[in-house]
């Protein structure tokens, strides 16, 4: 992909407001990562790692919510795995998955990451994407006058992520989009085009940088539950979450793509929901399900590594469900996709997607067609693997300014 820190607009008015003083060296800027779910962490590990190696750069890390939930993985053990040792962890979940405790949630974190953020002193605050735990990252830090670093904003998508997203862009001192048209979207917003930087999507570093084949041991019966798989056979895999704006759907909605998948009865890779509210009723259906077809061919996963993310989907016959990874991953690896329902609306995509309503022919149908298709040619539209290095040279080198103005020109 071709990179660029400003569009075809003039340029940036000069900006009066304050930078942020370094604190501690004056040569070195203290980072701090807020990872709060297995997907934040697979798309900020590369600049994790860049930021560590980085000879002006410290690393800080919270690891907090769901990443430290056994029912989600336990994520917090894989970073640890990784070589990343938290400065602290935050504990923000409220139980019930519905739209009360998320915005609970929300509130909590922001309670907690204020007191971590000024334990920490961080000179930057760097943030992921769109969730409701990126939104408590954003409001500490900028209500605490740390300058906020955002990855993935601009994008396009469905359910109350869409508004997360651009909160979060508006709320942020500095940009890392993934794509040309996301870029241009933040800068219409009216963020000053000299904050805004096209890195490319850090999960695209991963891919790059990890061995794709499939290991032997990828589908031992220990990790999950289920049917046992064999990796010589071909696969599907299904990652489905609840869409928050459908809340109380969640149960039909899974449903439907359960239908398609008993009909296919192919080998299925199963990874749990998010904890998103309407996990439950998602995954009320998976058990039901379970119990249901004990001979069924799925087996069901509650994580992978992010490496091992990789291998799973980069080998698989077809990609299924809502999530992001099918279009972004999906479209670098050139994996079929059947992006279903609402939960991606207007998000960019390459020619490895197809869509489908939540309707169990329909979903069968075009998973059929996919698998059939065969594999894509990739695309670099998020990224060409080398976003981590550039995001963590921008940390290093930019001058941030914590006082914003709108900057339409």
């Not at 079929?336 to 939960?343: E, I, K, L, Q, Y």
């Not at 075009?366 to 995001?391: C, K, L, N, P, W």
Request: include cysteine; charge should be negative; glycine fraction near 8%.
């Amino acid at each position: 992909m071709s990179t660029r820190k400003t569009p075809n607009t003039p340029a940036s008015p000069k900006r009066a407001g304050t930078k942020r003083k370094l604190n501690g060296s004056p040569s070195v800027r203290k980072v701090c990562v807020v990872v709060n779910s297995r997907a934040n962490y697979a798309r900020i590990k590369s600049v994790m790692r860049a930021i560590q190696r980085h000879n002006r750069l410290e690393l800080q890390l919270v690891v907090g919510a769901s990443a430290l939930l056994y029912r989600y993985g336990n994520v917090v053990d894989l970073i640890r795995a990784d070589g990343f040792e938290p400065s602290s962890v935050v504990y923000s979940i409220v139980e019930g998955e519905n739209p009360t405790t998320m915005a609970k949630s929300t509130g909590m974190g922001i309670i907690e990451l204020s007191s971590q953020f000024e334990n920490l002193q961080p000179d930057i605050v760097l943030t992921v994407a769109d969730r409701f735990e990126t939104m408590a990252t954003a409001i500490a830090a900028s209500y605490m006058n740390i300058p906020l670093a955002h990855t993935q904003g601009g994008e396009v998508t469905g359910s109350i992520d869409e508004s997360v997203r651009h909160a979060i862009t508006k709320l942020s001192h500095i940009h890392f989009p993934a794509t040309e048209r996301a870029h241009d979207y933040v800068v219409r917003m009216g963020e000053a085009p000299d904050t805004v930087h096209l890195t490319g999507c850090p999960a695209i570093d991963l891919l790059v940088d990890t061995d794709l084949s499939l290991s032997a041991n990828l589908f031992d019966e220990d990790r999950g539950t289920g049917a046992p798989l064999d990796p010589s056979k071909p696969y599907i895999v299904v990652l489905q979450h609840p869409v928050t704006t459908e809340y109380g759907s969640g149960f039909d909605q899974i449903s439907a793509t359960l239908e398609a998948v008993d009909r296919l009865d192919m080998q299925t890779v199963w990874l749990w929901p998010n904890v998103d509210a309407g996990s439950d009723d998602v995954s009320k259906g998976l058990r039901m399900y379970r119990e249901e077809n004990p001979e069924a061919d799925v087996h069901f996963y509650r994580n992978f590594p992010a490496e091992d993310y990789a291998r799973l989907i980069n080998n698989a016959a077809a990609l299924v469900g809502n999530s992001s990874s099918a279009l972004r991953e999906g479209a670098f690896l050139g994996v079929p996709a059947v992006n279903v329902g609402t939960r991606q609306q207007g998000r960019e995509h390459a020619a490895n997607v197809r869509h489908a309503a939540y309707d169990g022919a329909q979903i069968e149908r075009t998973v059929r067609e996919q698998i059939e298709h065969g594999r894509y040619e990739s695309s670099d539209m998020f990224g060409d693997g080398h976003a981590g290095v550039r995001i963590a040279n921008l940390l290093a080198e930019s001058e941030i300014y914590i006082q914003k103005q709108l900057a339409y020109q």
